[in-house]
């Protein structure tokens, strides 16, 4: 995050869906947020099948993987 601002001079954090995402305790609650953000970019509903296909199974694997990183992470924290 800290490469990418210091690139980009921007603060994904500060962006308003960063905000949206961090409420969401699910990948059925994020993957409703960015479908909502897919609808509102004025595509052909064809674009937004296209988006699913690739959208639902990606948030799907980088939630599984966000849960067994953080499980690590608390599990050393603990220890320590």
């Given at each position: 995050?800290k490469?990418?601002?210091?690139?980009?001079?921007k603060?994904?954090?500060?962006?308003?869906?960063?905000?949206?995402?961090?409420?969401?305790?699910s990948?059925?609650?994020?993957?409703?947020?960015?479908?909502?953000?897919?609808?509102?970019?004025?595509?052909?509903?064809?674009?937004?099948?296209?988006?699913?296909?690739?959208?639902d199974?990606t948030?799907?694997?980088?939630?599984?993987?966000s849960?067994?990183?953080?499980?690590?992470?608390?599990?050393?924290s603990?220890?320590?």
């Amino acid at each position: 995050m800290k490469a990418y601002e210091k690139r980009t001079k921007k603060d994904l954090l500060a962006h308003p869906l960063a905000g949206e995402l961090e409420k969401c305790n699910s990948p059925s609650k994020i993957l409703a947020v960015l479908h909502q953000q897919v609808q509102g970019l004025d595509q052909s509903r064809s674009n937004d099948d296209r988006w699913t296909k690739w959208l639902d199974p990606t948030v799907n694997v980088l939630y599984m993987l966000s849960e067994t990183l953080g499980e690590g992470i608390s599990l050393v924290s603990l220890q320590t």
